[in-house]
């Protein structure tokens, strides 16, 4: 099985450790190595792994006490050489939460201990592969913090799951404007004297995403559900990006890990459709009442016409202004 490592030797590796047990099965994040940290045995099969979008494990490496800890299952999905840098960038596709051992006798010049952060090892299946485990396994790494998993993003009956796509290097939330959805987290506070953990939201643009909760999240229990209201404004144009960023920060202030979430808000097809049919009702109303209004003698029952066309104007012009805010 292909493995990936990550370790405690510098905050950015940590905090993509973090992420990984944060993001919802389906985002797809980076990693970048050296090609002096890839084993060379898969280094030529590279273009194999993204054809096949193949299976790997995600670990974390405490360098202290030479010690490996299994995240999370994903698939390759990418990567490309930097022309300038020449780092690899690799970009992996998550999925479950997972519990892995290495088989050590097979992995010699296979893993960090021997400089390779990359490679293909002999993998032994482990017994924990709740998400709440695999932080148990090393929240001695990540002290004073609180840890979060989004399950995922909803429609508002919570029926249909809004996936993540890759596009241009990224992982993007496809929604629509003026709808609400459902946000799906799941909290663990690992301080052992029940001491109240928290952490923090952001929205870049208030005014194009509302999300129903406070900006400042307490996490007063040991593991906690939640279900959150995203809500998202009507668009003046036909798509926007806005970015929702959770943060999570030690009691002292001394360490922030970021989860950054990019959605893409794309105008509501169904509700562009029901203006246009509002509008040309209306317009139509218009054309009707000119037409018989023309004429030096109204009969009877063109008077009913009339008086028919203007109130399903009126009608019109009134949910106009109900749904869209339009005169």
Known sequence: MLAFFSSNHRPLYKESIYRALSYPNGHVIQLRYRKQWLHQDVVNKLEYYKKNKTDCILFFYEKNNQSFHSIRKAKIIDYKISPVTKQYHF??????????????????????????????????????HEWFERIDNLKAEFPDLAFFNI?????????????????????????????????????????????????????????????????????SGSLDDREITLKTNTLESSSLYSYVTYNATSKDGSVQYSVPLQFKIKRNRTKSFYFGILSAKAASCVGVVNYFTKFNYILPCHRWIIWIAIFLFFLSVAELFRVFNKK
Request: aromatic share 12%.
């Open 91 to 128: 970009y992996i596709e998550f999925e479950k939460f997972i519990d892995m051992e290495i088989d050590i006798s097979t992995a010699q010049g296979k893993t960090p201990l021997d400089g390779i952060h990359f490679s293909d090892l002999d993998l032994k299946n482990g017994a924990k």
């Open 151 to 219: 399950n995922g993003f909803y429609n508002k009956s919570g029926k249909k799951r809004i996936k993540s796509k890759f596009k241009n290097y990224e992982s993007i939330y496809e929604l629509r404007d003026n709808k609400d959805y459902k946000i799906e987290l799941s909290l663990y506070n690992t301080s052992s004297n029940d001491e109240i953990s928290e952490y923090t939201r952001d929205v870049t643009d208030p005014n194009l995403i509302f999300v129903n909760e406070p900006s400042k999240i307490i996490v």
